[in-house]
């Protein structure tokens, strides 16, 4: 089951401790949704603070990925379903966090699998 967020904004872009990876914070809260991503600065370089973007997230390889801003493939370490939904995982060694306050059970099911796919348009 596809997650769509269409109506998310960057929150910030935060340098981290370290050099070179920025941390992008994602929010929709007609959604309840919150997703933090550790990028590095090539990658967040097309992403600006205020920016009105759709997140889609997907089991399955995204359709219209390669047109989008970003687009990753994830690996899934943690699903907790209390009060809500929220997913801990990697892209290419960096953290992500999703988090949905009220996820339906199909919505959950898109992490039963070890790998999600994401894309920021």
């Known amino acids: 089951m596809v997650i769509r967020l269409k109506t998310a904004v960057i929150d910030s872009i935060e340098e981290t401790e370290t050099r070179r990876l920025k941390l992008l914070k994602v929010s929709s809260k007609s959604d309840g949704a919150k997703l933090t991503l550790e990028l590095p600065d090539a990658l967040s370089d097309t992403l600006n603070t205020n920016d009105a973007i759709t997140v889609v997230i997907d089991s399955k390889p995204i359709?219209?990925?390669?047109?989008?801003?970003?687009?990753?493939?994830?690996?899934?370490?943690?699903?907790?379903?209390?009060?809500?939904?929220?997913?801990?995982?990697?892209?290419?060694?960096?953290?992500l966090v999703f988090t949905l306050a009220k996820p339906t059970p199909t919505q959950a099911s898109t992490f039963s699998s070890e790998r999600f796919f994401l894309a920021i348009l």
């Open 63 to 95: 359709t219209k990925g390669e047109q989008s801003k970003l687009y990753v493939e994830s690996t899934v370490f943690k699903k907790l379903e209390r009060n809500g939904l929220e997913v801990v995982g990697s892209v290419g060694g960096l953290r």
